[in-house]
T-cell receptor, first 117, second 116 residues
Framework: GAVVSQHPSWVICKSGTSVKIECRSL??????MFWYRQFPKQSLMLMAT?????????EQGVEKDKFLINHASLTLSTLTVTSAHPEDSSFYIC?????????????FGPGTRLLVL | GDSVTQMEGPVTLSEEACLTI???????????LFWYVQYPGEGLQLLLK?????DKGSNKGFEATYRKETTSFHLEKGSVQVSDSAVYFC???????????????FGQGTILTVHP
C-alpha cells in the first residue's frame, strides 16, 4: 500500500513550452502533497506545499507563476512548468501526506526527469 | 531555519562491513527525524524514523537513535549487503503544527556503494 505515482517519468521539451507533471496517490487520500526539486548529486529542495481545494504555498525563491500547482482532488496534484527554459531541467519529485494514519510519514513518487532543450 | 547535515560521500564498503552515516541537525523544538533511502531508478522510501529523544528507529538491519543532547541521528548497520547500495537521506520535520506541518528538510544525501 501507500503508492504514489508520477507521470510522465521522463519528458523532453523545447524551450518556451509548458510541461505538466501529475502526482497521484493510488491507494490513499492525501490532503497535502509536496513538490520537490532535486539537482544532480544534491539534496531535495522543497518547492511548494499543495493542499487540496486551496492555493499552494510556495517556498521562498520559487516563482509561483513559473511553477503552477493544482491540487484538484484528494488523490491528484499537478505541477505545470510554464514557458520552460534549460535552467528548469531537473528531477521533480512529489510526495503525499496521508489523510489517515501516521501523519508524519510522507510517501514519495518515483520522480519526473525534465530536460528542456 | 531548520537544517540537516550529513557526512560527505560517497561511501564505498565491502559486503559485511559495518556502516555508519553521520547526521546532525539544527531545529527549534523537538522535530521528528527520518532516514530515507533512494535505490537506483526508484523514489525515496522511508527507511526508519524516530519522533522523540532517545527513540531508536530500526528497519532491515539499519538503526538510528535520536540523540537530542548531540542533535544527531546517525545511521548504522552491522553488516551491509550489495543490495544496500543506494543514496541515503537524513531528514527532519517539525512536530509543531501550522504552516510547517509535514515539511521535510533533507540532508544532502550520502551515496553508498557496497562491493561483493
Amino acid at each position: 500500500g501507500a503508492v504514489v505515482s508520477q507521470h510522465p517519468s521522463w519528458v523532453i521539451c523545447k524551450s518556451g513550452t509548458s510541461v505538466k507533471i501529475e502526482c497521484r496517490s493510488l491507494d490513499f487520500q492525501a490532503t497535502t502533497m509536496f513538490w520537490y526539486r532535486q539537482f544532480p548529486k544534491q539534496s531535495l529542495m522543497l518547492m511548494a506545499t499543495s493542499n487540496e481545494g486551496s492555493k499552494a504555498t510556495y517556498e521562498q525563491g520559487v516563482e509561483k507563476d513559473k511553477f503552477l500547482i493544482n491540487h484538484a482532488s484528494l488523490t491528484l496534484s499537478t505541477l505545470t512548468v510554464t514557458s520552460a527554459h534549460p535552467e528548469d531541467s531537473s528531477f521533480y519529485i512529489c510526495s503525499a501526506l496521508p489523510l489517515q494514519g501516521f501523519k508524519e510519514t510522507q510517501y514519495f513518487g518515483p520522480g519526473t526527469r525534465l530536460l528542456v532543450l | 531555519g531548520d537544517s540537516v547535515t550529513q557526512m560527505e560521500g560517497p561511501v564505498t564498503l565491502s559486503e559485511e562491513a559495518c556502516l555508519t552515516i553521520n547526521c546532525t541537525y539544527t531545529a527549534t523544538g523537538y522535530p521528528s527525524l527520518f532516514w530515507y533511502v533512494q535505490y537506483p531508478g526508484e523514489g525515496l522510501q522511508l527507511l526508519l524514523k524516530a519522533t522523540k529523544a532517545d527513540d531508536k528507529g530500526s528497519n532491515k538491519g539499519f538503526e538510528a537513535t535520536y540523540r537530542k543532547e548531540t542533535t544527531s541521528f546517525h545511521l548504522e548497520k552491522g553488516s551491509v549487503q550489495v543490495s544496500d547500495s543506494a543514496v541515503y537521506f537524513c531528514a527532519l520535520t517539525p512536530n509543531a503544527g501550522g504552516t510547517s506541518y509535514g515539511k521535510l528538510t533533507f540532508g544532502q544525501g550520502t551515496i553508498l556503494t557496497v562491493h561483493p
